[in-house]
């Protein structure tokens, strides 16, 4: 939240190379350490290679709540399951990272609501589960200074799934030199 709020009064983003899918393995190992204590666990279900430019931290910081979420609305002896989709095959190349729990889900109408700060959506998401409503906030803020996106939406049957989207640098065209 400190390292926002200096970016926010001008302070500029980080300009380091991050390797998503290394960080993201970090992430998963981590939080499915802490998932084996709700009796659930976290899973990887795919990651391709994918390379960003941004602040390590605050994307880091972004994903952990956003599985750290999930760990907490996911039913007993299920997944989360995180997948890094990575596409540069056209003009505007984008990474996504998608978490998805087998929780209750959130009414359509409050699917925007998660992202404000201090929202809870309902009595089971009071304070004794964790946090005060500012996790998925802190994450949004994060996802937009990367000039992405996050999102939610229920799956079918039961469950959410959050999708974070961040632009990647496209791969540098090949020069062919002829004599």
Known sequence: LLTLSKIDAGESLANET???????????????????????????????DCITVGSSDLLRSAVENVIRNAIRYTAQQTEVEVRLRCDTSGAASEGTISVRDHGPGVPESSLEELFRPFVRLDESRERSTGGVGLGLAIAQRAVKLHGGEIKAQNCAGRGLEVIISFPVPSPAPLLLHTS
């Open 18 to 48: 991050i390797d998503v899918a290394e960080m993201l393995r970090t992430i998963v190992v981590d939080t499915d350490f802490e998932a084996r204590d709700h009796n659930c666990r976290v899973a990887p279900h795919g990651a391709q």
